[in-house]
């Protein structure tokens, strides 16, 4: 699918899958707030089809059991600190880190429990690409990430 360029935002000339590789932070905010349909009809669409696949992500399974993802989060201040994906017969974490559990992975998880979170996306970054792509210092390429929007098959619904 061709994607449109943003023709506004710190991110101008950037894709809303480069966006959402880059800071989705900004990407929820400026989907909550109505900022997408602003720019045209095609962005809007794009904006709701790209926020309907990054919060419904198919977890990559591997061996016999099924794999959930397990968010984690700092104590006390809820600022997201990671997730690792776990074997759905695992026991719940116990601790002092709160987490939970579901079974896709939901960009929009940390700004979800702490509005504003630029640290807790840069961890939660770092966790994607470690699952997705194998390497949490992978470089995401406007490619790569248009790419794996464009794979039907990494999401549970495709917008």
Request: glycine share 10%; aromatic share 16%.
């Amino acid at each position: 699918m061709p994607w449109t360029p943003l023709n506004f935002s710190p991110y101008e000339g950037k894709t809303l899958p480069q966006v959402l590789f880059k800071d989705p932070d900004f990407f929820f905010w400026a989907h909550e707030k109505g900022i997408f349909g602003q720019y045209g009809d095609d962005l809007k669409r794009e904006a709701e089809r790209i926020h309907a696949k990054s919060t419904s992500i198919r977890i990559p399974q591997a061996g016999p059991n099924r794999l959930l993802v397990e968010y984690r989060f700092r104590y006390g201040g809820g600022t997201f600190v990671g997730f690792d994906l776990v074997p759905e017969d695992r026991p719940p974490h116990e601790g002092s880190t709160p987490t939970f559990r579901a079974s896709h992975i939901d960009m929009s998880v940390p700004r979800g429990q702490k509005g504003y979170d630029k640290q807790g996306y840069r961890m939660f970054l770092r966790s994607l690409k470690h699952w997705l792509f194998g390497d949490a210092g992978v470089r995401m390429t406007r490619q790569r990430c248009e790419e794996f929007f464009d794979d039907e098959s990494n999401f549970l619904r495709n917008g």
